[in-house]
Every structure is written in C-alpha cells, then in structure tokens.
C-alpha cells in the first residue's frame, strides 16, 4: 500500500513474458525513503516487469506526480527512474492502476501499463503536445497571397503520416511577414482541417509583449490547444525582462505555453536558471530547444517538470536520448513517418532502430536544413514530393533555386523519401 493509499499492480513473469496479473492492496511493499526524492520498494519474488525480466530485489523510483520511466542501473541491485506528469496519477507521486492489460503494449517492447508503479509506461515522457511536431510553412499562392486551403491540405497529410502536434505561424510559417488577419484565418483553416486529431500551437512570440499578448488572445478564440512563444529577439532584453515576458503571454489565456529557445536568432539564450523560474508557472509547461546545448537542457530537466521538444532536426533522436518529448520539426513535412518510427523505437528502449531512423535522415536533414533558409527547402521538398504546386515565399525570403531543388533531389532520393 502506497502512503496516499493506492493499490499497485504486481507483474509475475513466466519465461520472459509477463503471464499474470494481481492487485496487491497491502501486502508488505510499504516504501522506504532513502533520499529526498527517491523511494525504495523491495520487489515480489518474481521482479516487476520492466524492459526484460530482471533478477534484482530492489527497484528505486523517483517520488513525483509522474509514471516511471527507466533511467539506468545505478547499482547491481538498483534501477533510478525519473518521473513525468501523467493523467491519472496522484498528486503525491504514487499510481493508481489502470484497468487495462499489461500486455497491451508488450509487442513494442514496453510491458506494463501507464500509471501503474514498477511497470515502464507506453508514454515514458511528458507530451503535453504529442511528440511528432511539424513546424508548418505558410503556403502562399504566385501572387503571394495566403493560401489556407493548400494550408489545411498539407496539415491533413501531416497528420495522417504521424503528426500529433502542429506549429502554425511560426518561423518556418514565416510569422514576421504575415499580418494578424493572416495569421487568424491560417490557424482557423488548420483547426477546421484536422479538428481533434492533433495538438495545434500557435506561433504568438514576438519581440513586443503587449503584441505578443493580442496574439496569444487571438489564437484563443480561434480554438488552438497551445501557444508558442520565442524569446524575444532584437531588443536584448536581461532575463528578468526575458521571464516577465513569458509570464505575461502566459497569464493572457489558459493555454498551455512552450517556450522556444533559439540564440542563434534571438541573439539572447533563455538561460537555465530563468527556465527553472519559468517552470513554476502553472501554464509555462514545454521548451523548445533549438539552442543545441544538450548539457543545459538535461539540468533543466532534471529539476523540472518542462517538455523538452528538439527544435533542431540534427538533434531530434539526441533529445530523445536525453529523455525529450518529441521534436518540432521542419524535416518532418516530407519525413513525419519516419520521425513516428524513432520515437517509437526510442520509447520500447530500441535505440539501434531509432539510429537507423536518424542515419536514413540525414541526408534530408542536410538538404532543407543547411543548404540555404528551412523555410524555403521545406516548400521545395514539399512541391518535390507533390504536396504543394509551389515554392513561394515572402521577401526578405527568396524561392529556392532550379539548382537548389536539385540538389534536395538528390538528398531526398539519398534519404529515401522520394
């Protein structure tokens, strides 16, 4: 019996494979702290079944409002878990049990059920936005006006390749150069195409707060499930600036917030320190990182409850490595399959698929990402693989070239995408 009085579910193994289920409601497993944030449970004589069947008696779990997820072996006879949110658990960091069968999911690797203590869950990581993103570009038709049917199309495909979570109007959608009305009918167009079927998030950062608030107020009466919000860019603010900010979008509605981290163009890192300060408000609940410093990140999730989302394509399987959420990609428009499958293989602990994912990727990850600007080669590979009719973007952006759409050819043949 757990201290907030919850019954937990023992898996008794037969071969390798868990063959029987019973509720235990008080059978001598009373935890022992043996740290702050750790308890010790002392196994039943056939051990819970985690990634295989294993011998120890003794597992440790980390205490926190969260299902386990299976960090290391930190000793012959130990296993650390570290803890994410997960519907259905108790404030005090203990499980109810699900009523559904542990053998549910042993086919992709992971035996147990979500919620469940001492059984590794099918969602190992926070998503509070899924964990296949795409950041989307803003079609646009020759004559350079929104194109929101092209728009709901390609968030029709997306989703149905993968996706479970979509970035409208961010800088791949090329936010700075689309008005308010644009963005509105944009976000409104996607809604109305993939309803309930995937997170959508609205780009609202910018570098003024009070716009970056009516933004944020927009996208809420538009429906969305989430909001996006850069650091602010050009003006250099100091980090107390830099979380008033993100407060203040964040108190604008009741949505939840990722914030996105990208020095590179904001000229300014949402530093470690101010992460861990936002992660205290109640709606301030994901990262998205496109600042590379895995070290940084990895603090940051190790002493709170954020997402971490790879907002780097090259980095998208180190994260989940690291225990990411997901990625928001820009690759993803011509590879979302691809990315399901490594997070797929990451979840059932089966990190030689997922670097067979990431190689096959590479490829592609170098043809839209480096070549020239994303947004340009993500309309490019999309018109490649005849998701679009076109590749027109908005000045200061300039269409890729014949010679560039060549070459992605080329890469995309490479990563067999095409």
Not at 349 to 367: E, I, K, S, W, Y
Request: glycine share 8%; with cysteine.
């Amino acid at each position: 019996m757990n201290p907030a009085g919850d019954t937990w579910t023992e898996f008794v193994t037969s071969g390798s494979s868990p063959s029987m289920r019973k509720e235990n409601s008080g059978a001598a497993r009373t935890p022992e702290r043996v740290a702050p944030e750790f308890f010790q449970f002392r196994a039943a004589p056939s051990p819970w079944i985690l990634q295989e069947r294993v011998a120890p008696e003794f597992f440790q779990f980390r205490a926190a409002p969260s299902p386990w997820i299976l960090q290391e072996r930190v000793a012959p006879e130990f296993f650390q878990f570290r803890a994410a949110p997960h519907p259905g658990s108790s404030r005090s960091g203990w499980h109810r049990n699900s009523s559904s069968s542990p053998l549910e999911h042993a086919s992709a690797g992971i035996a147990g059920t979500p919620g469940t203590v001492g059984v590794m869950p099918t969602e190992p990581v926070l998503r509070p936005f899924g964990s296949v993103l795409v950041a989307m570009v803003t079609p646009f038709t020759a004559s350079g006006n929104l194109d929101s049917e092209a728009a709901a199309s390609i968030a029709v495909q997306l989703v149905d390749d993968g996706c479970d979570g979509l970035v409208v109007s961010g800088t791949t959608g090329e936010s700075p150069t689309t008005s308010d009305a644009e963005k509105d009918a944009l976000l409104r167009s996607v809604l109305e195409a993939v309803g309930d079927r995937a997170t959508v998030i609205a780009g609202a950062g910018t570098n003024d707060t009070a716009h970056s608030i009516e933004l944020a107020r927009q996208a809420a009466k538009a429906g969305v499930h989430g909001l996006l919000a850069v650091s602010p860019y050009y003006n250099k603010p100091p980090q107390e600036g830099v979380i008033a900010h993100f407060r203040a979008i964040a108190d604008a509605t009741d949505l939840p917030v990722m914030l996105y981290d990208i020095p590179s163009r904001s000229s300014i890192p949402i530093a470690t320190e101010t992460q861990v300060r936002l992660a205290e408000h109640p709606r301030i609940v994901a990262v998205k990182d496109a600042k590379g410093d895995l070290y940084a990140g990895s603090w940051v999730l190790a002493r709170t409850d954020l997402a971490y989302y790879s907002g780097s394509d090259e980095l998208n399987l180190a994260w989940l490595a690291h225990g990411g959420a997901g990625g928001v990609s820009v690759v993803g428009h011509v590879a979302a399959r691809q990315y399901r499958q490594m997070v797929t293989a990451v979840d059932a602990c089966d990190l030689p698929a997922a670097r067979r994912v990431n190689d096959q990727l590479l490829p592609a990850v170098r043809g839209i990402m480096t070549r020239t600007q994303g947004a340009i080669m993500a309309k490019a590979a999309l018109e490649l693989t005849g998701r679009t009719a076109g590749r027109a973007v908005r000045l200061p952006l300039v269409a890729a070239t014949d010679e560039q759409v060549a070459t992605l050819r080329d890469d995309l043949g490479e990563a067999q995408l095409l």
